[in-house]
């Protein structure tokens, strides 16, 4: 009996070390089916073989990381997928709704990708801002760069990136695919902009048009007078119901009556001034400008304005402008230095450009004035950070 006994106990004892060796080879097989098809779902080739990636396709055989001088080649998966394993996973994972919009179509028109191609962008670009553009960085790093070996711009952008602490994508969005309209996104950053301004509270005494806005002589006029540029600086006198009194102050050259600027001998519009508005203007103290030896004149005015196109906080505008010269301009150009060019220049950088950006007039407008108040040969004053 106990030799039977002992019988058993070595056939449980094997046929539990068979169970472990057999549990031992399905895992091992498992792992390797998952890793095998995890390698498989993130080739290029398996990327491209929806019908829905045609354009992306094409956009990214366009760029440098298709094809280049070095012969370095990034595949879909090293922009992507990032290497972390949660990560990996978390991003295999949310790749399920890819599958899902190429089974319903969602983007299988050329017309349809374009209407989503923002959001899908804006999807990637906050993914990367957020992990410090993380699959960027496995290729490049600052620390790795021979930064005097480098083109001139970039020999200028990259230590200005480095000091201010900004991510690869804050400045290379357009790297691998062409930039979709940011219409939308610059619209967006308005009405945030708009929001904003409604909550100013009615205790502030320094406000900034957060757009051109007409303004009017009297409370019974019925036309404007002129029109304020946006971010103009005006000093509140009274208020009256939804209507602000408010004196706006700046610099006029000589013999020109049409306009006046913010600063002296700087072509930073603030207020364009009709006919009436000429009248009524007051004229202070002169001074002869340095480098041109024109005279300008101390101008000021009082006008009346709608509250609600008023903010008391301007970095509030610097931030919607400094987004919308990150979704314009930074693809293209990196990170440029604010006070690499003087007021004025920066007229002429701006006017060069906008054809090339899908912003409007008005945003245009607001993005010169940005970049014109915080030129080389102004104050200094903080940067809204991208």
Same mark, same amino acid.
């Given at each position: 009996?106990?030799?039977?006994?002992?019988?058993?106990?070595?056939?449980?004892?094997?046929?539990?070390?068979?169970?472990?060796?057999?549990?031992? =080879?399905?895992?091992?097989?498992?792992?390797?089916?998952?890793?095998?098809?995890?390698?498989?779902?993130?080739? #290029?080739? @398996?990327?491209?073989?929806?019908?829905?990636?045609?354009?992306?396709?094409?956009?990214?055989?366009?760029?440098?990381?298709?094809?280049?001088?070095?012969?370095?080649?990034?595949?879909?998966?090293?922009?992507?997928?990032?290497?972390?394993?949660?990560?990996?996973?978390?991003?295999?994972?949310?790749?399920?709704?890819?599958?899902?919009?190429?089974?319903?179509?969602?983007?299988?028109?050329?017309?349809? @990708?374009?209407?989503?191609?923002?959001?899908?962008?804006?999807?990637?670009?906050?993914?990367?801002?957020?992990?410090?553009?993380?699959?960027?960085?496995?290729?490049?790093?600052?620390?790795?760069?021979?930064?005097?070996?480098?083109?001139?711009?970039?020999?200028?952008?990259?230590?200005?990136?480095?000091?201010?602490?900004?991510?690869? =994508?804050?400045?290379?969005?357009?790297?691998?695919?062409?930039?979709?309209?940011?219409?939308?996104?610059? /619209?967006?950053?308005?009405?945030?902009? /708009?929001?904003?301004?409604?909550?100013?509270?009615?205790?502030?005494? #320094?406000?900034?048009?957060?757009?051109?806005?007409? @303004?009017?002589?009297?409370?019974?006029?019925?036309?404007?007078?002129?029109?304020?540029?946006?971010?103009?600086?005006?000093?509140?006198?009274?208020?009256?119901?939804?209507?602000?009194?408010?004196?706006?102050?700046?610099?006029?050259?000589?013999?020109?009556?049409?306009?006046?600027?913010?600063?002296?001998?700087?072509?930073?519009?603030?207020?364009?001034?009709?006919?009436?508005?000429?009248?009524?203007?007051?004229?202070?103290?002169?001074?002869?400008?340095?480098?041109?030896?024109?005279?300008?004149? %101390?101008?000021?005015? %009082?006008?009346?304005?709608?509250?609600?196109?008023? =903010?008391?906080? %301007?970095?509030?505008?610097?931030?919607?402008?400094?987004?919308?010269?990150?979704?314009?301009?930074?693809?293209?150009?990196?990170?440029?230095?604010?006070?690499?060019?003087?007021?004025?220049?920066?007229?002429?950088?701006?006017?060069?450009?906008?054809?090339?950006?899908?912003?409007?007039?008005?945003?245009?407008?607001?993005?010169?004035?940005?970049? %014109?108040?915080?030129?080389?040969?102004?104050?200094?004053?903080?940067?809204?950070?991208?």
């Amino acid at each position: 009996m106990s030799n039977n006994y002992q019988h058993d106990g070595k056939r449980r004892r094997r046929g539990w070390l068979w169970l472990l060796l057999l549990g031992i =080879i399905i895992g091992a097989a498992g792992l390797a089916g998952t890793a095998t098809v995890m390698h498989k779902t993130s080739s #290029t080739e @398996f990327c491209i073989s929806c019908h829905t990636m045609e354009q992306p396709l094409a956009e990214y055989q366009g760029s440098v990381h298709f094809q280049n001088t070095k012969g370095i080649r990034a595949e879909c998966s090293d922009c992507h997928v990032p290497h972390e394993p949660v990560d990996y996973l978390l991003t295999k994972i949310g790749a399920l709704k890819d599958v899902y919009g190429e089974m319903t179509g969602k983007i299988d028109t050329p017309e349809k @990708f374009a209407a989503h191609k923002l959001a899908m962008a804006q999807s990637v670009w906050d993914d990367l801002k957020k992990n410090d553009s993380a699959t960027c960085r496995s290729c490049h790093n600052y620390n790795a760069m021979d930064i005097i070996a480098q083109t001139p711009e970039a020999r200028i952008q990259h230590p200005v990136a480095i000091k201010n602490g900004e991510t690869c =994508i804050d400045c290379h969005k357009g790297v691998a695919h062409i930039l979709p309209d940011m219409s939308g996104l610059a /619209a967006a950053g308005a009405s945030q902009l /708009a929001s904003a301004a409604a909550k100013t509270p009615d205790t502030a005494t #320094t406000l900034y048009t957060i757009g051109t806005e007409p @303004f009017y002589l009297g409370t019974d006029d019925k036309h404007p007078a002129g029109n304020l540029m946006p971010s103009t600086e005006v000093k509140v006198d009274k208020r009256e119901g939804d209507r602000v009194l408010a004196t706006v102050s700046g610099w006029q050259q000589d013999g020109v009556t049409e306009v006046f600027y913010a600063a002296q001998g700087k072509r930073i519009l603030s207020v364009l001034l009709g006919e009436d508005a000429r009248k009524q203007l007051k004229t202070g103290a002169a001074a002869k400008d340095a480098e041109t030896g024109l005279t300008w004149h %101390q101008v000021s005015l %009082q006008v009346w304005l709608p509250k609600k196109q008023l =903010i008391d906080d %301007q970095q509030q505008i610097w931030h919607y402008a400094s987004d919308m010269m990150a979704a314009n301009c930074t693809g293209c150009h990196g990170l440029t230095e604010l006070k690499r060019f003087n007021a004025n220049q920066w007229i002429g950088v701006v006017k060069g450009m906008a054809p090339r950006t899908s912003m409007t007039e008005e945003q245009l407008r607001i993005l010169t004035q940005y970049v %014109q108040k915080h030129a080389s040969d102004m104050p200094s004053q903080p940067a809204a950070a991208l």
